[in-house]
Every structure is written in structure tokens, then in C-alpha cells.
């Protein structure tokens, strides 16, 4: 039976999270506050004129395709996309205006309107694309969640190419040598809502997430984004329960156990995925005590934003799809808003006509502007009011009407209007932040928290508070990170297949499957020595989920096949993927072996690989049969080994019993072995060799 996963909140990165753990044949259920899914991908349409109240802009369509991709669809036939040109048009208070085009030749020609080189432009561009295949290689990719894992999977020869030294602002002056294209480039920070003068430099990646992946647009509105994706959902089984507010997360021990919603019901639940961001889910939901609160205060929050759409009874031919109209004084904004945390005089404002290329969105003839200036997070210490942000929307119509909407109050027939407070109601956000938790190189370099929680293994976070942050592409790549890491987790041997980057689907007995397991199995070891052909036994019944082929081709009960086999060396095993923690619930808590150092022989024909041991030191491995991993395994399978030493533990894959001890691959081994007892079913030709 699947194990049932309960997800808080249908925002992207929990529907994200929710159609990966249903690929991998989980039981999800989302529980959604609201009286629709999407979270702050939320739509307003009155009077004729339709408002994309959160998102607006499409970047990485590759990566929302990953979930139709891997259900068989096509995401053209759920979510249909258009590229934008410009990608969005700057405005300046010296009048200036500025277009982003990919095209290297219209950029080149909208760099020279402000007496910028061209060529400054390009290497800009080239120092950011190699920030993003640097940043996404890893901490996108493989979601990389802390300082020790950046640092095993880049290594020391990699620290200085994220030009650690440097504030994002920093990086794009080292190029950028007018205000104007600097302002430009500062402010693509705005997809995490953060300063590019705290930022990190490697913040500058972000310019090659739209330059080379484009800038797009959703037929009718981007929350056809949320409907395309809950129409997968449907397909898949997926429930999901509107208008069912979480208010408790339940507990017992180290474990969660379920949730309670505001009717009082409990669901359990084995897994619980909570699209809540951090700070509030443990505040609020498992009620924390302020020990753990505390370590949780370097997340602060992203800004917020004063939500402002209006429809109008006119156009204003000047704007494009997505426009910019800058502060005269970029820093001192920066600063007001994430230093002093107090409203800006002179906000930066994000525009939005969508009009210009969907004419659906508004009535012939009349444009519908979103208008989003960012400003400070909830201060509880020092509450800003409802008048004071009223106050704050004057002053944005004002810069807009200066800097050439002219009139723009007369021609305004509807307004909706939200600030921090309204945020904070609607979507449950930490303090009415709007992308997660800032990125500060000096609070947290950019990190983000862990997805899965430090305190309670089978509870996992999804969002723009957890790593990779926020903005849609980056929480949908959270969502299927975090089902990776919850398989990893509790399928210890389907973690196996991310070992050897193969599909799953039929019997290791299949010949391109063994072949691959012997070939890949020790990337270590030298391809140009052999031993010689060996029978290998194999059975029908042992399934391999990380075959390659995309068919199983004709079983067979046995072959010939060459081993690879490497000279004398030491190796170390201490950088294969981590299989762990895996959990044994006869022995309780995770065992974690050292990073052990093995020899592999060339005349004994065997691999020896160092890896945990599921179990506590004193037992048997028979003990431990209730493992998780020993489930894979049928019982004719099955190897009982144990050492001479209470404390030590092996397994041996020899060549001539690789299928019968296929557990061997990724075992156990904590110290040099003496001596190993198989089963009579296995004979063990290395025994007593060491």
C-alpha cells in the first residue's frame, strides 16, 4: 500500500512537490486554505479586466515541463506559452527609456541610447552565464541545502569562481559602467526581493535565466499555469481539499504524525510536506520553542510589496508587456527599504500591461496595469498602518503620472489595492514577505533553510524559504527536488538509481541492465584490466529500478560477462552519493559510518565498498531484516553476513554471487574485515582472504 503524504498548501512549490511524489507512487493529498489552488500565483478578474495578482513573468519553461515529461505529456497541451519582445522596457527619470532584448544587436543599440558599450554589455552577460551553469549545476540541480554540501559537490577550486567577495551590485559595476544599465541590471534582484547591494555577486546569474531561456507569457493570464498543472494533478489522482485550513501539525516523538485543520479533524499522514514557509509552520503549526525559532532568525524574510491593479478606459501606447520606472536614487532605495526597513520616497516600480499582448485581459480599448513597488516586511516592533501605505500608493501614482502616464487618476474605472498586512492574511507568509527569505551574503549568503527538517525526518519544507528560493521556476524545482529528497529518505534503494543517473523499470536480470550495474558500479576502478569472463547468477525475481533501456528485453537466468577490475590502490569512497541516513526501525536512529577507506585487490573477485550499515553495533544482520532496504530483496535473495567482530559488519559481492548479494553494492562496511559467513544458499569465494 503507498505511504500517504499530506501537503500543506497548494501554492507551485507544494503542487510542484505533489505531482513528483505521485509519479513516484506516493498517496498526496494537498490541504488548501484558500477556495482555490496556486497560492500567491492568484488570479482577480472584474469588470471585463483580468489581473495576475502574483506572478507575471515566465522564466525556465524547461523546468515546469520536467512534470508533464515524466507522466508521458506534453506541457504544450496543457499550458500554452508565448515569447515576449522586449522582454521589458526601462524608464528613467531623466527620461531615458531603455528596452532588454535578447537579440545581441537590438541590445546593443538600446546600450548606446545611454552611452554604454556594447561590449560591456556582452561580457556582463558572459560573466552571469558563467555564474549560472556554475550555481545551477549544483544548488539548482542537485539542491544542494547547506554550507557542507556546496562545499563537497564544488570543491575548493570552484569557491573563488562564485566571486564570493563582491555584492551583486559589486559584480555588475565590474562591467556596467553607466547608471542607467546598472540600475537595469541591479534590479533583476527583484525575482528574489532582495538588494543587489547585500546580495551576493552570484546573484548576477539571474540575467542568463532570461537571456538565454527567454521571457514568456501565458495565453490568458499565467494562472492558466495553475489550472494546467491542476488538470495533471487530476489525472494522477491527486486530491486535493479547498478551503481546509491547517492549524496543527502533529507530533510524536521525533516523528510527525499528521495534521489537524480548522474543523478539528485529524489526518494522518507518514510524510507531511509543508508549503508554509518555515518560520511560520514551526511557529504555528508545531508551536517551536524559541531555542529552535532562534536558530531559524538568520531567514529573514524577502520585502513585501503594496499590490496595486488598475483598470483603466484607456492606453498608454508607451508601455510594453513588462515595464520598469526607476528611482532616481537606486541605493538609497535599497537601503530605506531592506536597511532602515521603512517605506521608500522614491520607490522603483514594476508595471504591468498585459494587455499589450493578450487583448482577452482587458476591454477593448482599455489597459489593465498591475503595479508592484517593493517595500519592507511586517515590523511588529514598529507597525506601519493602513494609511501610511495609502500615502505610499499616492506617491506611485504621482511618479507615474510625472514620468509620462499622464492623467493617470482620471482614467482609472476600477482599483484593488493589497499591502503587507493583506499578503500576510491571504497567504499565510512569513511577516507578508512575498518571496521567502532574502538573499544577504552577510545573514546567509543566499541560503535558504533545509527542505527537509533538522528536528523530524519525515517532515519536508517547499517554497521560496527553503532552498533554491523563490520566484516560480526555482519553487518548482523545489517541489521535485524535495520529492527526491523524500524517496531518498524513505526508498533508501531507489536512491541507488541517482547513483548510476539510470530510468527505472524491469528485472536486473536483463542483460544491458547487469552490464551496466558491473560497468558503473565502482567509477573508480580501471576499465583496461579485466579478470576473465565469470558466470554471473541471476534471477527473475530481482527487480532493477535504475535499468537504462526504455523496454526490459527477453529474461535470462545467466551469462558471461568481463568485470572490470582496478590494480592496487586505496580509494575513497566518502564522495559517492549519499544513500544515507537510512533508517532501521529495529535499531532507531540512523547510523552513520566514517568515510572509510578500502582497498580493492586485483586478484580477488569482489568490489568492496564503504558505506552505513543499517543496524545497531551488537545485532546481526539478520536482526535487522525489517529494514527498508531488505524489503527490495526477496528472501531466496537474501544474504546474512556477519563479522568476526561484534562492531564490524561486510558484505562481500563476489563475482560468481553478484545477483544473490545484491545488497553488497551498497551495504555495509565500517573496518577491515577478517572473516564473513554467507547463507548455504551463497557461496562466498572470498571468505577468509582478508
Avoid at 549519499?578 to 586478484?603: D, F, M, Y
Avoid at 539478520?622 to 527490495?632: D, E, N, R, T, Y
Wanted: glycine residues 6%.
Amino acid at each position: 500500500m503507498p505511504k500517504n503524504v499530506i501537503i500543506i498548501g497548494s501554492g507551485l512549490g507544494g503542487i510542484s512537490a505533489a505531482i513528483s511524489l505521485a509519479q513516484e507512487g506516493y498517496s498526496v493529498t494537498i490541504h488548501e486554505k484558500n477556495a482555490k489552488i496556486g497560492g500567491k500565483l492568484n488570479v482577480l478578474k472584474e469588470q471585463g479586466y483580468t489581473f495576475d495578482l502574483g506572478p507575471s513573468i515566465l522564466t525556465l519553461p524547461h523546468i515546469f515541463e520536467r512534470l508533464f515529461e515524466r507522466s508521458g505529456k506534453k506541457m504544450s497541451d496543457y499550458i500554452p506559452i508565448r515569447a515576449l519582445r522586449p522582454h521589458w522596457r526601462n524608464f528613467f527619470e531623466d527620461g531615458k527609456i531603455v528596452d532588454l532584448d535578447p537579440d545581441p544587436q537590438i541590445m546593443a543599440a538600446e546600450a548606446r541610447k545611454v552611452g554604454e558599450d556594447p561590449e560591456n554589455v556582452q561580457r556582463f552577460l558572459k560573466y552571469s552565464a558563467d555564474l549560472y551553469d556554475l550555481v545551477n549545476a549544483g544548488y539548482f540541480e542537485q539542491g544542494l541545502d547547506n554550507s557542507a554540501a556546496f562545499r563537497k559537490f564544488y570543491g575548493l577550486k570552484n569557491f573563488l569562481k562564485f566571486d564570493l567577495f563582491r555584492s551583486m551590485h559589486g559584480g555588475v559595476k565590474r562591467f556596467l559602467k553607466t547608471r542607467h544599465m546598472q540600475d537595469i541590471f541591479d534590479y533583476f534582484i527583484k525575482y528574489v526581493g532582495s538588494s543587489a547591494y547585500h546580495a551576493p555577486a552570484f546573484m548576477n546569474c539571474m540575467a542568463t535565466i532570461q537571456f538565454r531561456y527567454d521571457l514568456w507569457y501565458v495565453d490568458g493570464g499565467l494562472y492558466n499555469i495553475a489550472l494546467g498543472l491542476q488538470r495533471l494533478m487530476d489525472e494522477l489522482g491527486i486530491k486535493v481539499i479547498l478551503n481546509s485550513q491547517v492549524v496543527e501539525v502533529t507530533k510524536q516523538n521525533s516523528s510527525v504524525t499528521g495534521i489537524v485543520t480548522a474543523d478539528g479533524q485529524h489526518h494522518p499522514a507518514d510524510i507531511v510536506v509543508s508549503n508554509m514557509e518555515v518560520i511560520p509552520a514551526y511557529e504555528k503549526l508545531l508551536r517551536e520553542d524559541e531555542t529552535l525559532m532562534k536558530r531559524l532568525e538568520k531567514f529573514e524574510p524577502s520585502c513585501s510589496g503594496l499590490v496595486l491593479e488598475l483598470g483603466l478606459d484607456c492606453k498608454y501606447p508607451q508601455l510594453a508587456h513588462h515595464n520598469f520606472f526607476y528611482s532616481d536614487h537606486q541605493e538609497k532605495h535599497f537601503h530605506t527599504v531592506f536597511r532602515k526597513h521603512q517605506l521608500p520616497p522614491d520607490p522603483t516600480i514594476y508595471l504591468v500591461a498585459a494587455s499589450r499582448t493578450d487583448p482577452t485581459v482587458a476591454p477593448e480599448g482599455c489597459d489593465c496595469l498591475k503595479i508592484l513597488p517593493h517595500i519592507p516586511y511586517i515590523d511588529e516592533k514598529n507597525p506601519l498602518t493602513r494609511e501610511d501605505y495609502v500615502a505610499l500608493k499616492e506617491r506611485v501614482i504621482d511618479k507615474l503620472e510625472r514620468m509620462g502616464l499622464t492623467d493617470l487618476r482620471k482614467h482609472v474605472v476600477f482599483e484593488h489595492f493589497w499591502t503587507p498586512l493583506d499578503i500576510r492574511e491571504q497567504y499565510g507568509s512569513n511577516k507578508g514577505s512575498i518571496y521567502g527569505v532574502v538573499s544577504d551574503r552577510f545573514k546567509n549568503l543566499a541560503f535558504k533553510a533545509p527542505k527537509q527538517s533538522t528536528k523530524y525526518p519525515n517532515l519536508f519544507f517547499v517554497g521560496g524559504s527553503v532552498n533554491p528560493g523563490g520566484g516560480m521556476p526555482m519553487v518548482i524545482l523545489c517541489g521535485q527536488n524535495v520529492a527526491k529528497s523524500v524517496v531518498a529518505w524513505d526508498k533508501p534503494w531507489s536512491s541507488f538509481s541517482s547513483l548510476f543517473g539510470c530510468s527505472a523499470g524491469y528485472s536486473l536480470s536483463s542483460g544491458a541492465g547487469l552490464r551496466n550495474l558491473l560497468w558503473l558500479l565502482p567509477p573508480m576502478t580501471s576499465r583496461s584490466s579485466f579478470l576473465p569472463a565469470t558466470k554471473l547468477i541471476t534471477s527473475p525475481n530481482f527487480s532493477n529500478p535504475f535499468a537504462p533501456n526504455p523496454s526490459p528485453p527477453a529474461r535470462w537466468s545467466s551469462s558471461t560477462m568481463a568485470l572490470p577490475m582496478a590494480p592496487p590502490r586505496w580509494l575513497d569512497n566518502s564522495a559517492l552519493p549519499s544513500l544515507i541516513p537510512h533508517r532501521c526501525p529495529k535499531a532507531g536512529a540512523a547510523k552513520h559510518g566514517p568515510a572509510t577507506k578500502v582497498p580493492l585487490l586485483p586478484k580477488v573477485p569482489c568490489f568492496y565498498f564503504s558505506m552505513p550499515i543499517p543496524g545497531s553495533k551488537t545485532a546481526d544482520w539478520s536482526a535487522c531484516s525489517a529494514c527498508p532496504a531488505m524489503a527490495h530483496f526477496p528472501s531466496p535473495l537474501t544474504t546474512r553476513c556477519k563479522s568476526s567482530t561484534k562492531i564490524s559488519r561486510s558484505f562481500l559481492m563476489s563475482a560468481w554471487s553478484l545477483a544473490p548479494c545484491p545488497m553488497a553494492c551498497w551495504g555495509s562496511l565500517y573496518s577491515s574485515v577478517a572473516r564473513t559467513t554467507t547463507s548455504p544458499a551463497v557461496t562466498n569465494p572470498c571468505a577468509g582472504k582478508f
